[in-house]
């Protein structure tokens, strides 16, 4: 009886000591986690002292009268291009104005850009290549949306239409391919919302920070938070030249693309 009593004693004491040292460990764990360096001190055991209530957020209606933020700067409406200038000589945009409140890439016209120069921004646009199918690769409906007149998320008709991944549409030209193909069929209308964060120069013209984009092209997220890794071109490596805030460009690739856009809106950020 007490070879039984001693031997059942050792294990509940085995027991014992094992849920000591899992306590042991688990308050080990516990003491290893980090909080963030804005949170030092003693912890709060109350919860309103970590609640705040200013600033004030202040309230934006999703779509005001003109189908759009209450806050956004309309930059295209389809009734005309008063927002817009050539992009080569700041002359006036001739891009053609369409009945159905769109405006296509006059071929040959060059590049136009918005007359109004923007840093961060939140911006909305749409766009649809030709239903009718014409040639293929880069040069099927190709166009571009350039941020800061610089960086360029890729427009391209890419269905059934194979080209370097870093070049097709929703691309991040020559640097970022996207997650996704998103794409609607040709002749539908293609929705790009993009959030750009300009990249930081210092005083000497040194970038300090770089830039990043996240496009969503058609709801679907297709770059995500994406460094800027300079300019996008076509030959060669990104370059970083200093720059402040900069028109937003639509490009026309001089290829008859016949690409189109209509509501187009930012927000400033």
Not at 63 to 79: E, Q
């Amino acid at each position: 009886m007490k070879k039984v009593l001693f031997i059942c004693f050792a294990i509940l004491a085995t027991s014992c000591q094992g849920q000591n040292t899992n306590s042991e460990a688990k308050k080990e764990v516990k003491t290893n986690v980090v909080v963030h360096e804005e949170y030092s001190g003693v912890e709060p055991t109350k919860p309103e002292a970590t609640e705040f209530y200013e600033p004030v957020v202040p309230k934006v209606n999703p779509k005001n009268d003109k189908g759009v933020p209450s806050d956004a700067i309309v930059l295209f409406n389809g009734s005309n291009l008063d927002n817009w200038i050539s992009a080569k000589d700041s002359t006036e945009a001739k891009w053609h104005l369409n009945e159905d409140g769109s405006m296509t890439v006059k071929d040959k016209f060059g590049d136009i850009q918005t007359k109004q120069n923007f840093g961060d921004v939140q911006l909305h646009i749409e766009w649809r290549s030709p239903a009718e199918v014409q040639r293929d690769g880069q040069n099927r409906a190709n166009s571009g949306v350039f941020l800061s007149g610089i960086y360029e998320v890729q427009v391209l008709d890419n269905n059934d239409n194979a080209t370097y991944v870093n070049g097709q549409v929703a691309s991040i030209y020559k640097q970022h391919t996207p997650l996704a193909m998103a794409s609607v069929a040709s002749g539908e209308w293609n929705i790009y919302d993009i959030v750009y964060h300009a990249p930081e120069f210092n005083a000497e013209g040194l970038k300090i920070k770089s830039g990043t984009l996240t496009v969503m092209h058609n709801g679907i997220l297709v770059q995500d938070h994406v460094e800027i890794k300079g300019t996008t071109p076509y030959i060669g490596w990104p370059k970083n030249p200093a720059h402040g805030k900069g028109p937003l460009r639509l490009q026309d690739h001089g290829d008859n693309s016949r690409v189109s856009y209509r509501n187009i809106w930012v927000r400033e950020l």
